[in-house]
């Protein structure tokens, strides 16, 4: 699969991810309405509406046990916290966050148990009437199954991360049916400011399928339905400008508020299985006053997008509704609950259109005579500004509404949207990194283009200690410490691959059951670089790992040795001397130069901008404490630095004297010897 060409293995991986994406969302689907009919209908006898797609059900006009609500609300948030604590606390909070992290972090992170756990605990959240969406797990189901390929297929780290990616997006694609926005949110929402746009084609064939897969299940309808033919008329621009700058600070709320809550559940003095249950408890009793606040809430924006359903409800509901939203969703999902927070912002959004529309619509000129449009705008505007997926939520509300002629005027609220919220650089994501040049994988690829002129193959330290499966923890911890190793390579009879085991791991197992078969502790999540590939991609498995080393394996998945910090300095170096020898052959005047930084020196303590190197020097890379530096015009060199670079011959003596000190013709300097034991 690492071989294959661009197209067959992303037809191939995209179909599957697709496949599986939609059967997650209908199987969450699914299990969702099961949760809502047990826990707000048979216990606290309310019915919420539902969308068009759903049904289009009214719902209750009142409660038939009112005092059941605030306690069914908060036994799911008590079922779920003792889910979630007690088997996979990672599955905690909004489940897209995660998935956005591991495509950052470690792309073959994402374990089977936490993608369980996060299905369970997010029905029981959202059925009990908890306010969360439903495309965080469904999301993390689709993203664990790309996480699930890169181990299975041992994907390179960078393939590892579209498919997680690819994950994302298909599933949020299939749960909201909106293929096209569910691809290019694939590429957009890793970033808060760029776009991962080798995610983009991959996402299109998964996004398409998954679509395909749950319509097949749960009808091709769009959520919302088909929204009324719309005509722009120029004076509206105004008003749509207007739910701009008003979704964009509602966005920012959301965020602030959202983390805020959670913060204050952070420090709050109860064991934590608890804290969902406080915050199920307080969402109850405000749906007492608000039951609008209850559930995914697709059913009142359903409403929302009619003229004669939105004006019979109360004004003061409408423009409280932005606000309750909020707070109900950090009670719920903040508090420690499980669910995603896409779903809120769009009934966030969808309220703030229509509060709007209920102000203006007795007296502005211009303002339309269904408020669908307002709404739809108002979902655009503040989801995609919050998410910092403007583009992506754009197409998906588009889908969700069938409404495409909207896009057009839409573009003004959601550009003014995005602008507020980045100026103030918010997100209800925060594992999104910046650009691409924040992440450590694209910042190797630019930084250090030398390492792909090197295999792993030519640098790799020889396996000293591979740990058999089937053998007793006692054993493999007699071979690590004998070899004073932090752990090793957990490999099946035949010598293939199947995690890695850490001393502290082994040592807590050997105290519980000293015969407990050392394949029970392999980390299946551990990255893996192959023997042939190129070091840009053995330093990006290395970065996603917590440990200091990575296994080599072969093409059968085979252990065949050890990748570390001191192997990629070796490389490094043996690029960079051919590197520079060839450089300086072509500009015929340059000198390949490696010197020490040495106390006392005028370019110690300095940027390398301020530094007096002579003209036509070029700092090629810093090595400080065996480690490689991005260096740039910004690098303060420090005592004790190593630096290659390349200078005129006659420039050689004011490098050194500017780096050394003293006249410029000392000896030449000592270079350090990296040790290369893996």
């Known amino acids: 699969m690492a071989t294959a060409s661009y197209l067959r293995k992303w037809a191939l991986l995209g179909g599957v991810i697709g496949v599986i994406a939609g059967l997650g969302a209908v199987a969450f689907f699914e299990t969702l309405k099961v949760g809502t009919r047990l826990f707000l209908h048979l216990l606290a006898g309310f019915n919420t509406p539902t969308a068009l797609a759903e049904g289009g059900n009214l719902g209750s006009s009142g409660f038939t046990r009112p005092w059941a609500l605030p306690l069914v609300v908060g036994l799911g948030g008590l079922l779920a916290g003792l889910l979630v604590y007690r088997f996979a606390p990672e599955a905690e909070g909004h489940g897209t966050d995660a998935a956005i992290h591991a495509v950052n972090e470690n792309p073959r992170g994402i374990g089977l148990r936490a993608v369980l756990v996060k299905f369970v605990a997010s029905a029981i959240t959202i059925g009990s009437g908890g306010s969360g969406g439903r495309e965080g797990p469904t999301a993390q189901i689709s993203a664990g199954f790309g996480s699930l390929l890169a181990r299975f297929c041992n994907l390179s780290p960078a393939d590892g991360r579209i498919a997680v990616s690819v994950g994302i997006g298909s599933g949020i694609g299939a749960i909201f049916k909106a293929p096209l926005g569910g691809a290019v949110l694939a590429a957009e929402i890793v970033y808060r400011d760029d776009i991962e746009v080798e995610a983009l084609l991959p996402a299109i064939i998964a996004s398409g399928v998954s679509y395909a897969v749950f319509g097949a299940f749960e009808g091709y309808t769009p959520i919302f339905g088909y929204a009324r033919a719309y005509h722009l008329e120029p004076l509206q621009l105004v008003w749509f400008a207007g739910i701009g700058i008003l979704c964009g600070l509602i966005g920012l709320l959301y965020a602030r508020g959202f983390y805020g809550i959670s913060g204050l559940f952070d420090r709050l003095g109860v064991t934590r299985y608890v804290k969902p249950a406080i915050g199920g408890l307080m969402v109850g009793s405000m749906a007492l006053a608000i039951p609008e606040v209850l559930g995914t809430g697709y059913g009142w924006v359903q409403e929302s997008l009619g003229r004669a359903s939105l004006l019979h409800m109360s004004l003061a509901i409408v423009l409280l509704l932005p606000f309750a939203r909020i ?275 005028e370019a110690a303590g300095r940027a390398i901008r301020d530094a007096g190197l002579p003209v036509g020097t070029i700092v090629v890379t810093v090595e400080r404490d065996g480690a490689l530096l991005f260096a740039d015009g910004a690098t303060v060199l420090e005592p004790g630095d190593l630096v290659s670079a390349l200078a005129r011959p006659d420039g050689v003596g004011a490098v050194r004297q500017k780096l050394e000190g003293g006249n410029g013709l000392g000896a030449p300097p000592t270079k350090r010897v990296i040790d290369g034991e893996g």
Not at 335 to 350: E, H, L
Not at 390 to 397: E, F, S, T
Not at 545 to 553: D, L
Not at 582 to 600: D, Q
Request: hydrophobic share 50%; glycine share 12%; with cysteine.
């Open 327 to 601: 707070l109900a969703t950090g009670l719920s999902i903040g508090s420690g609950g499980s669910g995603g927070v896409f779903g809120p912002g769009i009934v966030i959004g969808a309220f703030t259109g229509a509060g709007v529309w209920r102000l203006l619509e007795p007296f502005a000129p211009g303002v339309p005579h269904d408020p669908a449009t307002f709404v739809i705008v108002g979902m655009m505007a503040c989801f995609g500004s919050i998410s910092r997926a403007p583009i992506a939520v754009m197409l998906m509300v588009a889908e969700m509404t069938g409404s495409l002629e909207v896009l057009a005027p839409a573009m003004i609220a959601v550009g003014i949207a995005t602008l507020i919220v980045r100026r103030s650089d918010a997100t209800i994501y925060r594992s999104q990194l910046r650009t691409r040049n924040d992440s450590a994988a694209h910042r190797l690829q630019f930084g250090l283009p030398l390492l792909a002129n090197v295999t792993v193959a030519e640098v790799m330290a020889p396996l000293r200690v591979v740990l058999h499966a089937q053998r007793p923890v006692s054993e493999g911890l007699r071979q690590l410490r004998e070899a004073g190793l932090p752990g090793g390579p957990v490999v099946d009879a035949g010598a293939v691959f199947l995690g890695t085991a850490t001393v502290a791991a082994v040592e807590n197992a050997v105290t519980v059951e000293p015969g407990m078969a050392l394949g029970r502790l392999a980390d299946v999540t551990a990255p893996t670089v192959q023997a042939t590939a190129a070091l840009d991609v053995a330093l990006e498995a290395l970065g996603a790992t917590a440990e200091s080393w990575v296994t080599v394996t072969d093409s059968g998945d085979h252990a065949v040795g050890i990748f570390n910090a001191s192997r990629l300095i070796i490389g490094y170096r043996r690029a960079l001397a051919a590197n520079t020898e060839r450089l300086s052959k072509l500009a015929g005047n340059a000198v390949p130069v490696e010197l020490c930084v040495h106390a006392g020196a």
